[in-house]
């Protein structure tokens, strides 16, 4: 259908009862964030549902826009599958916006019962054959969040105020404000974590980072991140020796982990969950990028500093290396500690962070 026939449809529907599918991965979730308030300025009166894995849904819990989320297991159990695709035929939805665009979603959509079903041009596994409208100009050459967005504007929202909401209680306010009191500014969060083993850019090399951060402007570092990289980030800690540093890596809740986030100076992180989460927030991001592209993958905004690796092989989106011997993972060998020192050196400067925090 051409784009402005769609587009039409898009912003002269009517819809009482809409859901948004994006079940996972955390950074794609914390960039379909802002879809929300635009939703509510399109459709006022109507209930907004969102559609997501149990373990991410204290992101969206408690938003100002979001009457209900339907939540279910990453690995559901056979028995549970039929009883969560009844629910949502029960919903009836009328308006399904799938922005996962993947088999699982697919089902989802058709279990709706929807009406309108739109898509975008990003799906894979059939999920395309599912929507009877899918949103122009949304394929992979699209950045990650303005493919999002996208949605926005084919609806005629686009000039709403993009902006990314998480509540967060005053009590999860004060376990994050425990946890930093006594640290000196600026605070740097350091993300080393991934679920893909390409995007782990050495831990080593971010503390020989934040080593010099320490000896040019003193501060503090708090290493975030899973359960699984507690030791590692112990490790990291008892590197930093005479620097001020904390381990909080598995002690945060998706809650907390947001509002340190709005609380730190700036983050160093791999491409990750948390970054986008950080940069939706406001706060300064330089983002490590080895296997992936920050012209792709990267957040939006002109505060950031982004490294990318140079190698030939960079920005092929291996979730694991396909190389073998010396050549494996060699982007982490080949992204130098010192361009990532310069970048953080960039930003900074750019953000005025070290007279903003003398002056607070």
């Known amino acids: 259908m051409p784009r402005t026939n769609v587009e039409q449809q898009l912003r002269s529907l009517t819809a009482r009862r809409i859901a948004i599918i994006k079940p996972s991965a955390l950074g794609d979730v914390v ?31 408690g938003h ?9 297991d990453r690995r559901p159990n056979w028995w ?4 969560f695709l009844a629910a949502l035929r029960r919903q009836r939805f009328d308006l399904v916006l799938d922005l996962q ?16 079903r739109v898509g975008l041009e990003t799906a894979r596994e059939g999920a395309g054959l599912v929507a009877n409208l899918t949103i122009p100009d949304s394929g992979w050459n699209v950045p990650a969040h303005a493919r999002n967005w996208r949605v926005a504007e084919a609806l005629g929202v686009g000039d709403v105020p993009r902006q990314t909401i998480v509540h967060v209680s005053p009590h999860d306010q004060a376990i994050v404000d425990g946890w930093l009191r006594g640290m000196p500014r600026p605070v740097f969060a350091v993300q080393w974590g991934a679920r893909w083993e390409t995007k782990r850019w050495p831990l080593d090399k971010m503390t020989d980072v934040m080593l010099q951060a320490a000896r ?3 501060g503090s570092t708090a290493f975030i991140g899973g359960p699984g990289e507690r030791a590692a980030c112990d490790a990291a800690c008892a590197r930093m020796k005479n620097a001020v540093a904390c381990n909080l890596a598995g002690r945060t809740t998706l809650k907390q982990l947001a509002a340190l986030l709005m609380r730190v100076d ?11 989460l950080a940069a939706e927030l406001g706060t300064p991001v330089v983002g490590v990028f080895t ?21 030939p092989c960079a920005a092929s989106y291996h979730k694991q290396c396909p190389l073998v011997g010396v050549r494996r993972l060699a982007c ?18 750019r953000n005025n962070l070290l007279a903003k925090t003398r002056a607070a």
């Open 80 to 83: 549970s599958v039929p009883s």
């Open 31 to 61: 960039q379909a964030l802002p879809l929300l308030p635009a939703l509510r300025q399109r459709f006022p009166n109507a209930s907004l549902t969102w559609v997501i894995q149990r373990e991410l849904a204290d992101l969206v819990a």
């Open 291 to 311: 296997c992936t592209s920050p012209v792709r993958s990267g957040p939006p905004g002109v505060q950031h500093q982004f490294v990318a690796s140079e190698l």
């Open 101 to 116: 665009g993947l088999l699982r979603s697919a089902v989802m959509v058709v279990a709706t019962g929807a009406k309108w």
């Open 332 to 349: 982490h060998s080949e992204l130098a500690s010192a361009r990532v020192w310069q970048a953080l050196q960039k930003l900074v400067e």
């Open 266 to 276: 700036a983050v160093l992180a791999n491409d990750s969950g948390p970054m986008h």
């Open 216 to 218: 040019e402007w003193g």
């Open 64 to 72: 100002p826009h979001l009457d209900q989320m339907l939540t279910f």
